[in-house]
């Protein structure tokens, strides 16, 4: 049985929308994708509710099934920070954000080209707007396979590190254009989670990708520093060379994730600064002429 292309139908390339979907009360917004986002939109239990604003939404159309899961992917990923749960687990309920977060998508929108072979990004059109044919017919009717290989690199690298961080301390170092990630006391810290993932962050190759003829790592040495072992990432100017530049946001943005994973408790411990350890007084008996005073008194 021959596989089925969702990206084709017809010989031609299948058109998807990654679609921003604004509610009447202002409160969040949606995030997804569809062949047919209004359709996609009319089985949501706020449709049903008569809650969305489908005139103030917007729609990005994209020339593909497989570009727009990536667009919609890479939105997720780079704004979870202010992801909000409705007050139902129907169809779509995970894919809400606080409206605060509506200017960074769309700024990172104009960051995506919107296929290999079209530089410029995507036209954010209203919701109820038909497909844009002709920025459509830009893309040469093909899928970036660069942004599909390194993307997918990227993603696992990202939830390893997302991983890893729960478990053991880390710092994010910097120096202009390159920065590395410094895995505190990682080759004689022993706990169970860790262990399960040290084989994967030492495999290099789960950092590296390849498509066409094409290739690229964004991981590019590894090193121990006492017990402590450090990954010097790829410089960003390189990375942007990559998958049509669309990547270097979104190492940023992990490097970001990781800083502030950094700040938290591994593991619900508390990380304590030694210098700043507070010894508590020792508790003294006192002695019995003082306990028989005490009790007169009472």
Same mark, same amino acid.
């Given at each position: 049985?021959?596989?089925?292309?969702?990206?084709? $139908?017809?010989?031609?390339?299948?058109?998807?929308?990654?679609?921003?979907?604004?509610?009447?009360?202002?409160?969040?917004?949606?995030?997804?994708?569809?062949?047919?986002?209004?359709?996609?939109?009319?089985?949501?239990?706020?449709?049903?509710?008569?809650?969305?604003?489908?005139?103030?939404?917007?729609?990005?159309?994209?020339?593909?099934?497989?570009?727009?899961?990536?667009? !919609?992917?890479?939105?997720?990923?780079?704004?979870?920070?202010?992801?909000?749960?409705?007050?139902?687990?129907?169809?779509?309920?995970?894919?809400?954000?606080?409206?605060?977060?509506?200017?960074?998508?769309?700024?990172?929108?104009?960051?995506?080209?919107?296929?290999?072979?079209?530089? @410029?990004?995507?036209?954010?059109?209203?919701?109820?707007?038909?497909? $844009?044919?002709?920025?459509? !017919?830009?893309?040469?009717?093909?899928?970036?396979?660069?942004?599909?290989?390194?993307?997918?690199?990227?993603?696992?690298?990202?939830?390893?590190?997302?991983?890893?961080?729960?478990?053991? !301390?880390?710092?994010?170092?910097?120096?202009?254009?390159?920065?590395?990630?410094?895995?505190?006391?990682?080759?004689?810290?022993?706990?169970?989670? @860790? !262990?399960?993932?040290?084989?994967?962050?030492?495999?290099?190759?789960?950092?590296?990708?390849?498509?066409?003829?094409?290739?690229?790592?964004?991981?590019?040495?590894?090193?121990?520093?006492?017990?402590?072992?450090?990954?010097?990432?790829?410089?960003?100017? $390189?990375?942007?060379?990559?998958?049509?530049?669309?990547?270097?946001?979104?190492?940023?943005?992990?490097?970001?994730?990781?800083?502030?994973?950094?700040?938290?408790?591994?593991?619900?411990?508390?990380?304590?600064?030694?210098?700043?350890?507070?010894?508590?007084?020792?508790?003294?008996? @006192?002695?019995?002429?003082?306990?028989?005073?005490?009790?007169?008194?009472?």
């Amino acid at each position: 049985m021959k596989a089925v292309d969702p990206n084709v $139908q017809g010989g031609l390339p299948t058109p998807a929308a990654v679609y921003l979907l604004q509610r009447r009360d202002g409160l969040r917004f949606k995030i997804g994708w569809a062949l047919e986002p209004v359709l996609r939109v009319q089985r949501l239990p706020e449709f049903s509710a008569d809650e969305l604003d489908l005139v103030g939404s917007h729609a990005v159309w994209l020339p593909t099934v497989s570009r727009a899961q990536q667009f !919609e992917r890479a939105l997720h990923r780079g704004l979870a920070t202010y992801r909000v749960l409705p007050s139902h687990t129907q169809d779509g309920h995970t894919e809400w954000f606080l409206p605060t977060a509506h200017p960074t998508a769309i700024r990172l929108i104009r960051q995506m080209p919107i296929g290999a072979d079209a530089k @410029l990004p995507p036209s954010i059109v209203a919701f109820l707007d038909e497909p $844009q044919a002709c920025a459509l !017919e830009q893309t040469g009717h093909s899928a970036s396979a660069v942004v599909m290989q390194a993307q997918d690199a990227l993603w696992v690298m990202e939830d390893l590190f997302l991983r890893v961080a729960a478990c053991c !301390e880390l710092s994010v170092e910097s120096d202009g254009d390159r920065h590395s990630i410094r895995l505190i006391r990682f080759r004689t810290r022993v706990n169970g989670a @860790l !262990e399960t993932l040290r084989w994967a962050v030492l495999d290099i190759e789960r950092y590296r990708w390849r498509a066409n003829d094409q290739a690229g790592a964004f991981v590019h040495m590894m090193a121990y520093d006492g017990d402590d072992l450090v990954l010097t990432l790829t410089p960003m100017r $390189q990375v942007r060379t990559w998958a049509d530049g669309a990547l270097v946001w979104q190492v940023m943005a992990l490097l970001e994730r990781l800083r502030a994973a950094a700040s938290k408790p591994v593991f619900g411990k508390p990380k304590l600064d030694p210098a700043a350890q507070v010894v508590p007084p020792r508790l003294t008996t @006192l002695p019995k002429p003082a306990r028989a005073a005490r009790r007169g008194a009472r």
